[in-house]
């Protein structure tokens, strides 16, 4: 995929490998809010996480384990928050499959709120119409 950010790593300026297995990468660009997090993408054009093969979701289950042994060592974080986002009404950005490993720390404002917070926030209750 020609513009695909994931597929071409230098359309984004900064992103650094860190980690890498046979069919997975671990990358970071620098945060300026959650530091230490980042992307595990598959090294082939997946668009989302339904597409990844059995071999691929293996690979990425072991490089998630070396990521969190890096990032344990490297920032000491309390918590993490680890997701994937499908399709742009699910949050995804970037049409290539990622998933985000994101460090959380005991002295962040949000603290404490990881995704069930935001699966009960009333704020975005949808507007259902019965018929």
């Known amino acids: 995929m020609k513009d695909c950010p994931l597929c071409r790593l230098e ?15 671990f990358l970071q660009t620098p945060q300026e809010v959650l530091t230490g997090s980042g992307l595990i993408v598959p090294i082939q054009h997946r668009e989302t996480v ?16 070396e990521v969190k042994a890096y990032l344990d060592e490297k920032h000491q974080p309390q918590g993490y928050n680890i997701g994937w986002n499908c399709h742009p009404v699910g949050g995804q950005h970037i049409m290539h499959a990622h998933l985000h ?6 002295d962040e404002p949000y603290a404490g709120k990881g995704i069930r917070h935001w699966l009960k926030s009333m704020a975005n209750k949808r507007d259902i119409q019965t018929t």
């Open 101 to 106: 490993v994101i460090p959380r720390f005991r």
């Open 50 to 65: 339904f597409d990844l093969t059995e071999t691929e979701w293996s690979s990425t289950f072991s490089l998630l384990h």
């Open 11 to 25: 359309l984004i300026k900064q992103q650094q490998l860190v980690i890498r297995n046979e069919h997975c990468i």
